[in-house]
């Protein structure tokens, strides 16, 4: 059985995904993939612009 991605984040970076972010799996891949933690993507990086773009209102 292949490893759950939030796992893989969490022993790839120390830390464990934010529950006050999206659990979209695919961003959480995205971050492994780059081999950035959520909190070093650049600002032009696309799933940052989808999830926190100016235009989002909460």
């Known amino acids: 059985m292949a490893e759950d991605v ?3 984040y969490e022993r790839k970076f120390g830390e464990t995904w934010p529950k ?3 659990q979209d799996q ?3 891949k995205h ?3 780059k081999n950035l933690s959520i909190d ?3 600002d032009d990086d ?3 612009k989808k999830y ?3 235009d989002i209102v909460y």
């Open 31 to 33: 971050c492994i993939d």
């Open 40 to 42: 070093d993507l650049p």
């Open 46 to 48: 696309p799933y940052i």
């Open 20 to 22: 006050l972010i999206t």
């Open 6 to 8: 939030f796992k893989q």
């Open 26 to 28: 695919s961003f959480v």
């Open 52 to 54: 926190y773009s100016e």
